[in-house]
């Protein structure tokens, strides 16, 4: 269906500097690679191009002699399509750095591409932890979060709440599995069980199934591995079969603004889950929202919208303080050059290419709770930078020694 | 026994198996639309997807600017859609039946792209909800599986609109008029009958099924731009499978279809999106012309 509908957006920062002489064809070309058209396009999509544009106008790169260019793409989720695009954009357009990539099977794929091109690729949009872990390259940074911070996050506090047995919904691609993986290895550690699970595929309309499988497992816990539409379509089912008013609970794994606007309040009050960012926390960040929702239809950014925007700025930064857009030499840079910006504060990029900041417990808001449109969320706990992620002797990355 | 060696327990499998009738009464009620409109117009009618997607958001916005309740919608938001049809019909579509099948195909192909695209700009990729009406929220405990009562309202309504318009079509004298117009259109006119504005209501009719169909599946699933995108490809094949242009064919093969891609949830989830095109390929082999299909 989507066959014709690779959209090219451009947005030009153009002028005339000439103080870079190891930057390729005087230009830093970024290209934002997202799902532009499909179940994951509200929570990176045409936001995420917007979001590179904010930082690279915030960085300045006109006032500071870079040249810079932004162009966009859709990969519809489709791991072929996204890794010729891939190809084509450094090949042929000069591309320097890709940047967003939600779905992690994409996204595995473009880093093999931009690994072997010597390029960067800021991943925001993909969640699994493969990316700094087994699968890590010194082109790659993993910025906004990631399917261990994730499982880490909701998981322990799901379990340490009481809710000792699993049954899981995971999207059957490398993110789901990956997410799974990771969210039953905290359940095993705290004493928790699997009892099953059941694999739909990417983009399913109907879960009725899937959720009378859950419920016929018993299981205390409902665990949704997916993401985006998915999670919209599988929570929305889950109140209409009675899963919670049958006593068993929802974890939504991965939940994004976006899906709980879109989900309404009503249906998504009491959600428990992990984000890296949002937007209401203090005066930067509310400062953010309102300028790029004035460009984005009203719509607020998400965490990966805040991340596109915080790897874009640290990125351009380590261009400018090492005058080269080498691929290995730039991610290098970016690693050894600790991390600030408006959104997500001080920070570090370790040698895998994790970025680590704190990661926040929310819950979903009651409707009489909100004060309106956007208005959602509660922090429940805040996740410190240390714990946060996974540690770093136990990713398996070959980047790391020792 | 046999659940013993199917190792499904017999609730889940009769779960699954009503799960299955409910999922096939949308493919039903599309795939109806499909035939009707191919039957009658030769157009293989590509935008029924972004129609089915135009009725959900015409009950929500019923419901949003207008304060029109969800039954009404029901009636109104095909009326609407359908007079949309209707429009296309008479702007673009009546100009391609002298044409391959093809040319219908890409106009309206690209109808539904644009049609989506729109929506997308506006209303983003991740949707808007729709609840149920009050009187069809909770549900019944049948033993085996909860039940949600607005699932049942679907399987009765679809079932009943689908035969309606079977008896209409296949039975009645309007019907007789339409099916004999579609064969010899020139002597049906001799007979004082104005057969381009009888064909012109059929795709209303035919695009007024599928928005009716779109408002059913609203308060299911998210009222978002690409509801229809992802269901037409799966309407189409089951119309395939029926054999194009056959009433019955659509009605029966929808359901069963439905039934068997439940059934495939359970045994072997991750095949669930491809069992059905699996099974087109089988009939396809086998039977050209589709399970109902005349060979002409």
Known sequence: ?402 | MIFDLLGVPPQALFGQLLLGLINGSFYALLSLGLAVIFGMLNIINFAHGAQYMLGAFCAYFLLQFAGINYWLALIIAPIVVGAFGIVLERLFLKHLYKLDHLYGLLLTFGIALILEGIFRRYFGSSGIPYSPPQLLTGGYNLGFMYLPKYRAWVVICSLTVCLLTWFMIEKTRLGAYLRAATENPTLVRAFGINVPRMITLTYGFGVGLAALAGVMAAPIYNVSPQMGASLIIVVFAVVVIGGMGSIMGAIVTGFSLGIIEGLTKVFFPQASNTVIFVIMVIVLLTRPAGLFGRTT
């Open chain 1, 1 to 402: 269906m989507k066959l014709l509908r690779t959209a090219i957006v451009s947005a030009a920062v153009l002028s005339a500097g000439t103080a870079y002489g190891q930057i390729s064809d005087n230009l830093i070309k970024i290209g934002v690679l997202s799902d532009m058209s499909g179940l994951y396009a509200d929570l990176g999509g045409p936001g995420s191009v917007l979001a590179a544009r904010l930082a690279v106008e915030d960085f300045d790169a006109k006032g500071k002699g870079l040249n810079v260019e932004i162009i966009g793409g859709d990969h519809q989720n489709k791991a072929d399509i996204g890794s010729n695009l891939a190809r084509t954009w450094i090949d042929t357009e000069k591309v320097d750095v890709i940047v967003d990539v939600p779905n992690s099977g994409v996204a595995l794929a473009v880093a093999e591409v931009v690994r072997d091109k010597n390029k960067v690729f800021l991943a925001n949009g993909p969640a699994s932890s493969d990316l700094t872990g087994a699968k890590c390259t010194p082109n790659n940074i993993h910025w906004t979060y990631d399917t261990w911070a994730l499982a880490n996050g909701t998981g322990n506090a799901i379990v340490k709440t009481g809710g000792k047995t699993w049954f899981f919904l995971t999207a059957d691609y490398a993110f789901g599995h990956a997410l799974e993986r990771d969210t039953t290895a905290v359940i095993n550690k705290n004493g928790g069980k699997v009892v099953g699970s059941v694999r739909h595929p990417l983009n399913t309309q109907d879960f009725s199934s899937f959720l009378l499988q859950a419920q016929a497992s018993k299981a205390q816990i409902v665990g949704l591995a997916n993401a985006g539409g998915d999670t919209i379509n599988s929570i929305k089912q889950a109140s209409e079969f009675g899963i919670v008013s049958g006593g068993q609970n929802l974890a939504g794994l991965l939940v994004f603004l976006t899906d709980v606007h879109a989900l309404g309040l009503k249906t998504a009050q009491g959600l428990i889950f992990t984000e890296a960012w949002y937007w209401d926390m203090n005066d930067a960040n509310r400062a953010f929202a309102k300028r790029f929702a004035a460009q984005n239809g009203g719509k607020y950014p998400t965490m990966i919208h805040a991340g596109v925007y915080a790897s874009v700025l640290h990125y351009l930064k380590a261009v400018q303080a090492l005058k080269s857009d080498d691929g290995k030499a730039v991610v290098a840079k970016m690693k050894e050059m600790p991390t600030e910006d408006p959104l997500f504060g001080k920070g570090t990029i370790r040698v895998d290419g994790r970025h680590i900041h704190d990661m926040y417990l929310f819950e979903v808001k009651k409707p009489d709770e909100s004060k309106g449109p956007w208005d959602y969320y509660k922090l429940r706990a805040t996740i410190p930078a240390a714990e946060a992620f996974r540690p770093l002797n136990e990713g398996n990355c070959p980047l790391v020694k020792g």
